[in-house]
């Protein structure tokens, strides 16, 4: 019995395309789960296929005209998604999940401060270049127990003076969760003597580094 010698194109691997899809919500305190889908046009040999999930944090400070940052690495989470052993042609769907710390903080982008999470899947393929992917995974807010706080703020502490203008803001909750709606209501004063043209609200975020 005699074997046909290899073509090129069998000599040549495939490294398998990578889709991911992020399942549920991702908090601080929460397991994180992901659907991966690897797809391949033939069988591979494959080393393993693992997933590591990045937690980092970078803060710039500025002194006058000098600015420095500083990044730091705070979480690193592997998982093993698929042993060593062989691809076979098609599509592959495996879910990975990791188990997010409950002081993890959540991703932020503001001046000075930036915390980001990225999952990095790798196919470890042997005698052949790795197929790899990088993925910004966000993290939420964490979800606490919210408590009804009400509040009232005015443009003048001394009420209303004359024909000036004057407002009062009354909020149902001063404070908020990812998700939920600010409600309140506005009331205008000395309507008979000022013209009111344009009425804007402004939800700002701070935060201190």
């Not at 992901?34 to 002194?63: F, M, N, Y």
């Not at 990044?71 to 060593?84: G, I």
């Not at 009062?168 to 409600?183: F, H, V």
């Amino acid at each position: 019995m005699t074997t046909a010698p290899k073509t090129k194109r069998q000599w040549i691997k495939h490294r398998p395309k990578i889709q991911l899809r992020l399942l549920g919500e991702r908090r601080p305190g929460s397991t994180f789960t992901a659907e991966l889908r690897l797809r391949a046009k033939r069988a591979v040999p494959v080393d393993g296929v693992t997933a590591e999930l990045r937690g980092q944090q970078q803060i710039r400070l500025r002194s006058g005209n000098a600015a420095s940052t500083h990044q730091v690495a705070f979480l690193r989470l592997e998982a093993q998604v698929l042993p060593k052993g062989s691809l076979t042609a098609g599509e592959h769907v495996y879910t990975v999940s990791f188990q997010l710390p409950s002081d993890a903080p959540p991703s932020i982008t503001a001046t000075g401060l930036r915390v980001s999470y990225t999952l990095r899947v790798h196919v470890h393929i042997p005698w052949w270049p790795d197929r790899k992917a990088e993925y910004d995974i966000p993290v939420e807010f964490p979800l606490g127990e919210l408590q009804q706080r009400p509040a009232v703020f005015v443009s003048n502490e001394g009420g209303p003076e004359g024909r000036r203008p004057y407002a009062e803001l009354s909020l149902a909750s001063t404070q908020l969760a990812t998700g939920t709606a600010l409600r309140g209501a506005v009331a205008l004063y000395n309507v008979e003597h000022v013209r009111y043209h344009v009425l804007a609200l402004e939800l700002r975020r701070r935060h201190q580094v």
